[in-house]
């Protein structure tokens, strides 16, 4: 079975170039349906779902090759791979952002820009560092959902959307969460909130744009402040909008923001 038909990869769009989304935590490629077909008209559109999730192929999840991000950056350049795609534009929710930039690292000859949604290189605070998370408070998330996964996600996912005027968003995240295998979701969180990427982000040379939303419960301001210190070919915008998935939340911002990245640049 091709990495391809692993991942339920599908492709869209009449482009020359290719633009790829990685959906984030909990999540499957049904939650850019908002998103990826406004760019269909002017790109090959291509999601696809996590080993582990949406309609993966489930039994193929080796939690050895999954133990750290460069499993799943594996796959996304096996995919660009399978399609003989090159100079791609990567497109990354949350952690997925950090498995784009381990991907670009790796293969800048695939990956030409980046996109980088709501992403932090760490959750967790240092000395010289502001993740936003305590290492205890994280090793006490991970406790809960070892405990009692569906009730973390139906009081999480909410305050993940961040989006309390609209419930019902935040009841398509909670079905989401729901719906993902537990040991699956319980192992990729461990990847997720315990990784430190921040040396990775800092060798990205490709051009970058970080989407941040307010109010974002995940992405404390000191994360953005981090990125505008550290990313060598960098655009971060603050979009007018709160939580942690615009995409869903507050798609024609996030498909005005992406757009004007990847807007030509003008002629001199």
């Known amino acids: 079975m091709s990495k391809i038909e692993r991942c339920a990869v599908k492709v869209t769009g009449t482009g020359e170039t290719a633009l790829v989304f990685l959906h984030g935590y909990g999540c499957d490629s049904s939650m850019w349906r908002k998103v990826a077909p406004a760019f269909e008209s002017r790109f090959k559109v291509i999601t696809y779902d996590l080993m582990g999730y949406g309609q993966s192929a489930i039994e193929h999840y080796d939690r050895a090759r999954y133990s750290t991000l460069d499993g799943h950056a594996e796959d996304l350049i096996d995919i660009l791979d399978e399609l003989d795609l090159s100079d791609v534009i990567a497109v990354g929710h949350s952690v997925s952002a950090m498995t784009v930039a381990l991907a670009a690292n790796r293969r800048p000859d695939l990956i030409a820009k980046t996109v980088m949604i709501c992403p932090s290189p760490s959750y967790m605070n240092d000395e010289a560092y502001t993740g936003g998370f305590e ?102 915008v603050l979009l007018d909008a709160t939580g942690h998935c615009p995409h869903m939340s507050f798609p024609e911002q996030t498909i005005a923001a992406i757009s004007a990245f990847l807007k030509p640049a003008p002629l001199r």
């Open 135 to 236: 290492e205890s408070d994280l090793l006490g998330l991970l406790d809960i959902l070892e405990v009692n996964y569906l009730g973390w996600a139906a009081d999480m996912a909410p305050a993940i959307m961040g989006a309390p005027d609209r419930p019902g968003l935040g009841d398509k995240l909670t079905e989401s969460f729901c719906q993902t295998d537990p040991d699956i979701a319980k192992h990729f969180a461990r990847v997720t909130f315990l990784s430190d990427h921040r040396e990775d982000v800092k060798k990205i040379a490709q051009p970058t744009l970080v989407l941040q939303c307010r109010d974002d419960i995940l992405v404390p301001d000191t994360v953005r402040a981090w990125f505008d210190a550290n990313l060598q070919r960098g655009e971060q």
